[in-house]
Each structure stands twice: as C-alpha cells, then as structure tokens.
C-alpha cells in the first residue's frame, strides 16, 4: 500500500475515533459526581490550607470559628506576611531582620536566599540611584559570593549591568527593576519560612485545579460531557454533540 492511502486511511480511522466519542449526558455526570463522597472536614482543611499558606489572617481566623478546624497560630502567620510584605515594598533590610528574628537557621542553611535577598537590596539601591553605594556593596557583599557560586556570579554581573543604562526602559535587564522581581523574591523568602515552619511551601487547592485542568483534557479526547470552563464559578456546561 502507497503511503498516500496508509495517511488515507490513518485519518479516516482517527475521524471514526472522534466521531465515535462517548456522549455522557448531565443528568449521568451529575450521578456521578453525587456517588463521590467528599468529608466537609476535608474541605474546610483545603480551605485553611490556602488561607494560611497564602497568609490571609483575619479570613483564616473568621474561618476557623465558622467552620470549628483546627486551632492555627495567627501570630506566626501575622510575621511571616511582615517579612513578605517588607521585601514586596523594598525594604529588604528590615525583611532579613525579620526572618532573623524569627529563624537565624533559615538563612543560615539557604545561601541561594540569603543571596536573593542580598541580590534585591542592590536592585533597589540601583532603583534609588545609590549608585556609590550599589557599586561598594556588590563588590563587598555579592561579589565574594559570586566567586563560590558561578549561577550567583552571573545574577550579579546581571543585577549591575542596570548601572550602564541611563534609561532602564530600554535596558535588557530592566525586568530585575520591575515589580515582578520583588513578589519573586518575596514568594522564595515565604516559601523558606513555611518550610522551617513544617508547613507546605505551595497551597493544596490551585495545584488541585491544575490536575482538574489536566484530567478533563485527557477526558476531552475519549467523551462529549458536562465540563467546568469557567474555574471561578464551576458552572457545568453541556457537552456540544
């Protein structure tokens, strides 16, 4: 057989595939969904997971006394958001103090952190035009580190390539000045915290709507059925047959 009939008949076998899907109507999805049986504990624990994780005090606390979870240390929570908070507005002094104040060990044992938050005080004298100051504290705080860490010399050379441009709006690293560096830095520095603090570093529930994304793609290929296009509201929609 040619190769043009073999491409012939392979598509015509893939197009019987489509059209031989299963048709899973909304009443027999609907089913399906009440035989799965899901505790209510589990979901308030899924609920406080992403409410502590994320660091939303007071909504983790009204939560705990509407929903009767677990008793939550608000305090930790509270410094932890301090930390965040500090690097996310550029005072990453005070940050580093802060986890200090909480845990010496965490920057003790994470020296690609430690070297992040170093890396994001030169990015915001830099930002501030310290140049002087940029330059001395590179050279006496990143640059010995660099020398140990060829990944953390090449952030460095990176970070004071920001000194040669006049106008950063044009500067191939300008992004290092852009708010999306400090929420970076400050994501790392409350994953740390959570970690020294035995906690999950990432909350459960968007990871849980990934792998609901994933499976119903997967389902796409085998059945027509009700699915959920719209995350934020979970509205069933009927299959297109």
Request: net charge negative; glycine share 2%.
């Given at each position: 057989?040619?190769?043009?009939?073999?491409?012939?008949?392979?598509?015509?076998?893939?197009?019987?595939?489509a059209l031989s899907k299963k048709v899973i109507t909304r009443e027999e999805w609907e089913k399906k969904l009440n035989d799965v049986k899901i505790r209510k504990e589990d979901m308030n624990k899924l609920v406080m997971n992403f409410l502590v994780t994320e660091g939303y005090v007071d909504a983790a606390e009204k939560f705990r006394m509407e929903s009767g979870t677990e008793h939550i240390d608000?305090?930790?929570?509270?410094?932890?958001?301090?930390?965040?908070?500090?690097?996310?507005?550029?005072?990453?002094?005070?940050?580093?103090?802060?986890?200090?104040?909480?845990?010496?060990?965490?920057?003790?044992?994470?020296?690609?952190?430690?070297?992040?938050?170093?890396?994001?005080?030169?990015?915001?004298?830099?930002?501030?035009?310290?140049?002087?100051?940029?330059?001395?504290?590179?050279?006496?705080?990143?640059?010995?580190?660099?020398?140990?860490?060829?990944?953390?010399?090449?952030?460095?050379?990176?970070?004071?390539?920001?000194?040669?441009?006049?106008?950063?709006?044009?500067?191939?690293?300008?992004?290092?000045?852009?708010?999306?560096?400090?929420?970076?830095?400050?994501?790392?520095?409350?994953?740390?915290?959570?970690?020294?603090?035995?906690?999950?570093?990432?909350?459960?529930?968007?990871?849980?709507?990934?792998?609901?994304?994933?499976?119903?793609?997967?389902?796409?290929?085998?059945?027509?059925?009700?699915?959920?296009?719209?995350?934020?509201?979970?509205?069933?929609?009927?299959?297109?047959?």
């Amino acid at each position: 057989m040619s190769p043009f009939w073999i491409v012939i008949r392979q598509l015509a076998e893939i197009e019987a595939m489509a059209l031989s899907k299963k048709v899973i109507t909304r009443e027999e999805w609907e089913k399906k969904l009440n035989d799965v049986k899901i505790r209510k504990e589990d979901m308030n624990k899924l609920v406080m997971n992403f409410l502590v994780t994320e660091g939303y005090v007071d909504a983790a606390e009204k939560f705990r006394m509407e929903s009767g979870t677990e008793h939550i240390d608000l305090a930790t929570i509270t410094d932890r958001m301090a930390v965040k908070k500090a690097v996310q507005c550029g005072n990453v002094e005070d940050a580093i103090e802060k986890v200090n104040d909480l845990n010496p060990e965490i920057l003790d044992t994470n020296p690609q952190l430690f070297f992040h938050l170093q890396q994001q005080r030169l990015i915001e004298l830099i930002r501030n035009g310290k140049v002087e100051e940029a330059l001395e504290f590179a050279q006496e705080e990143l640059a010995p580190r660099g020398e140990e860490n060829q990944s953390f010399l090449e952030e460095l050379e990176r970070t004071v390539a920001l000194l040669a441009f006049e106008d950063v709006s044009n500067c191939p690293v300008g992004d290092l000045l852009d708010i999306s560096q400090r929420l970076k830095t400050a994501s790392e520095v409350n994953a740390a915290i959570l970690t020294s603090q035995s906690h999950e570093k990432d909350p459960k529930l968007p990871s849980l709507l990934k792998m609901l994304v994933w499976a119903q793609n997967q389902l796409d290929e085998k059945a027509a059925y009700p699915r959920i296009n719209n995350l934020s509201t979970a509205t069933l929609e009927d299959p297109a047959v």
